[in-house]
């Protein structure tokens, strides 16, 4: 694939080779050829460029998982502009400083989103207005968006997807510099709110050739790929989509996850790569007929957070289907290690380097740790950002190494195996979530003094968030839904506590800090029985 600069690229090569052959399908029906999908991602780069979207543009994209995701998401690469694709459930509160911090000159929503994505944009009008809606860093970013609207009635000032699209497609300028910013993909991280990774063509396109390269492959041109992963979450754009395209496979767009009419689509449309996340395998744990209803799969991939190998090894036994996970971050593009690399199988282990990607562990220090004890990971190679909107920091160092915040251990073989998390991130069903963004909210309501949110273990979506709430007030059962209804309003549902805990005080340190480590002390001890 030498030569290559631009993801969009790969959709001509593949039109080029196979114009007649299925690229992209919806579970209700609709689908697109290597040859329609070419032509579709050039009306929209096309309209793009009459719309005034010039290269660099911000276009933030908030549509699930169908069709005009990935013509959108493309033909904004082809455009050269900047794709921004956020979770199509947040909240209009989370939409509008998006919208602000990346200055968007576009929202792209559909008919589950629009709603939200109007309130969003009045925000950020109000803000470019004058008002304080927003921090003042966010607001002097803020630009008031286009709205394009995909299937739904339009209000004043609004444009159809259809209108954005040109009669022809323009042939587009190649792209000549694989540097060129991409898209901002935004992650919590391992601390403070959440912000945006600036992702090159370059690094897209350097972790897809790296994903290529892995044997036996984790797909091939012959596959039918289950797209049931959120094409927004950087694991299902570029190591699902993007594998796609690198291997000219057939794509299968589901728009949410559902345990009975998931295990159908994959019978009916044969797939026989199947990407989830760690918590589908806990919802077809109970389905007695699970062998034959994966009867078309010949491998299951999962990443975005840890699977403990006792689930690894009662799926494999139960269905013959290999399970194979890896490592990986939005800042990586994201794939940086696979089980499919190990050089054999260990229990626990998230596999070795993908092909040049370089591992390495350090300590507080900045050395190498003692023997075999764990150490913070560094990665480095071409498939890296390029550091956090807008200005470019905390990317990777002068040497092309990067510190990810986690902790872990290499054994003799190459195999990375995880320990723990420097920072307080916490993952649900394999997203990010910043404490500190649920704190805020939570703080926001009356009858609160102070909160502190943690992450506690749970079968179904690998850790759930859990709230310790010291209360201003006597009324606890009150609080406790009034909580409820303000994260309901302001926060996504994967970010919202699975429970709120009314307590006297929080336990602090000698210097007054929250010690979040008791408290999911607390939580184990209850876990185990031993905390009423």
């Not at 909107?389 to 990317?395: S, Y």
Request: proline share 6%; glycine share 10%.
């Amino acid at each position: 694939m030498s030569g290559i600069r631009d993801v969009a690229e790969l959709v001509t090569l593949a039109a080029g080779e196979s114009p007649d052959r299925l690229a992209v399908v919806e579970a209700g029906g609709r689908s697109l050829t290597w040859a329609q999908l070419e032509d579709e991602v050039g009306r929209i780069a096309t309209g793009l460029a009459a719309s005034g979207i010039v290269g660099g543009h911000r276009v933030l994209i908030a549509i699930g998982n169908r069709i005009e995701f990935v013509t959108t998401y493309l033909g904004v690469l082809r455009a050269q502009a900047v794709a921004v694709p956020v979770n199509p459930l947040a909240k209009a509160g989370e939409l509008a400083r998006m919208i602000a911090d990346s200055g968007a000159r576009m929202v792209v929503a559909d008919t589950d989103t629009v709603v939200t994505m109007r309130s969003a944009v009045d925000v950020v009008r109000s803000v470019v207005d004058g008002g304080d809606a927003l921090d003042p860093e966010l607001a002097a970013r803020a630009v008031v968006p286009r709205v394009v609207v995909v299937g739904a009635t339009l209000l004043p000032g609004e444009r159809s997807y259809d209108h954005l699209r040109a009669d022809i497609a323009r042939p587009a300028l190649p792209l000549q510099d694989p540097e060129k910013l991409a898209a901002l993909l935004y992650t919590s991280g391992t601390s403070g709110l959440p912000r945006a990774a600036m992702l090159t063509h370059r690094a897209l396109l350097a972790n897809i050739e790296q994903v290529a390269q892995v044997e036996p492959p984790m797909m091939h041109g012959d596959d039918v790929v289950l797209g049931v992963l959120p094409l927004f979450h950087v694991y299902g754009l570029n190591a699902v989509l993007g594998g796609v395209l690198r291997h000219r496979a057939k794509l299968v767009l589901v728009e949410r996850f559902d345990p009975q009419e998931t295990l159908a689509i994959i019978d009916d449309e044969a797939c026989s790569v199947v990407p989830v996340a760690p918590p589908v395998f806990a919802y077809w744990r109970p389905e007695p007929d699970l062998k034959e209803r994966l009867g078309p799969v010949r491998l299951m991939l999962s990443g975005s957070a840890p699977l403990s190998p006792e689930v690894v090894r009662e799926f494999t036994d139960r269905t013959g289907v290999p399970v194979h996970q890896g490592y990986g971050l939005t800042e990586a593009s994201p794939v940086v290690t696979s089980t499919l690399c190990s050089k054999s199988f260990q229990v626990g282990s998230v596999g070795a380097a993908l092909p040049d990607i370089d591992i390495r562990l350090i300590d507080d220090d900045g050395h190498p740790p003692e023997g075999d004890d764990p150490g913070e990971i560094q990665i480095r190679g071409a498939n890296l950002f390029s550091g956090y909107w807008p200005d470019g920091a905390g990317g990777p160092d002068a040497d092309g190494w990067w510190s990810t915040g986690d902790v872990g251990f290499l054994d003799q073989s190459g195999d990375l195996f995880l320990v723990d998390r420097l920072k307080e991130l916490v993952i649900v069903s394999g997203f990010n979530v910043y404490p500190v963004e649920v704190e805020d909210v939570i703080e926001e309501v009356p009858g609160v003094a102070e909160v502190a949110v943690i992450g506690v273990a749970d079968d179904r979506t690998g850790e759930a968030v859990v709230a310790y709430v010291r209360a201003s007030g006597a009324d606890h059962a009150s609080l406790v839904d009034a909580v409820r209804e303000h994260c309901a309003e302001r926060l996504a549902r994967f970010k919202q506590p699975s429970r709120i805990e009314i307590v006297d005080q929080l336990p602090r340190t000698v210097t007054g800090k929250v010690q979040k480590g008791r408290l999911r002390g607390m939580e184990r001890r209850r876990t185990l029985g031993l905390l009423e």
